[in-house]
């Protein structure tokens, strides 16, 4: 052991047993400014929802603590190779979960979902099919994307059990730009599940 290394070896052991011991919050937050640059080095690689750098500095923060207590003197292991491990499996941990909430929040709405929700409505107005729609989160910020045309192809002939032909012969529209509208209404409402 190099003679830096036995000295941030025996810093860090002496606030550790300081934090152990009495539970010191100062001696904490100097440990935690050691490695404050460890610690925005690697949280800069994570892009987690509704984790800000602060929220992740505070995860880093509690991350410290936790090391700090389980921290084993007797391996001659350094502090700050247990703590950068430690922060970077929380880190993917915290990763993971967001993911798993990406895809539970896919499949709990999907188009199909909508359309087949939306067909047990015996209803055929258009404002009682919008406020249905508007009644679930998922929908609603769907239905604000949409431009005036795109709004009514989707309330009018996609949710609606009628023909292409039908749906163009009443409203005098080719079928190819209803064909085109339905098939963005499609692309935004596929995007707008895949973000959340």
């Known amino acids: 052991m190099r003679f830096s290394d036995k000295v941030t070896f025996e810093r860090d052991l ?12 100062q001696a904490l937050a100097v440990l935690f400014n050691y490695y404050l640059p460890l610690v925005k080095q690697n949280i800069r690689f994570y892009r987690i929802c509704c984790y800000d750098q602060h929220d992740l500095l505070q995860e880093a923060l509690v991350v410290c603590y936790l090391c700090a207590l ?11 190779a247990f703590f950068k491990r ?5 880190l993917i941990s915290l990763t993971r979960y967001d993911q798993a909430q990406k895809r539970e929040a896919t499949k709990q709405c999907s188009y199909d979902d909508i ?31 949409l431009t005036p045309t795109e709004r009514f192809v989707f309330t009018n002939y996609i949710l609606q059990s009628i023909t292409l032909d039908e749906f163009c012969q009443q409203n005098k529209l080719t079928k190819a730009s209803v064909y085109t509208t339905s098939r963005r209404c499609k692309n935004k409402l596929r995007y707008l599940l895949e973000s959340k």
């Open 70 to 80: 389980n921290f084993d003197e007797q391996q001659q292991f350094p502090f700050g």
């Open 115 to 145: 359309a087949e929700m939306i067909s047990f409505h015996t209803s055929t107005s258009p404002d009682e099919i919008v406020a249905i729609t508007h009644s679930h989160d998922c929908i609603a910020q769907f239905i604000e994307q």
């Open 14 to 25: 002496a606030l550790i047993n300081q934090i152990k011991a009495h539970n010191a919050g």
């Open 86 to 90: 430690s922060l970077r499996n929380r």
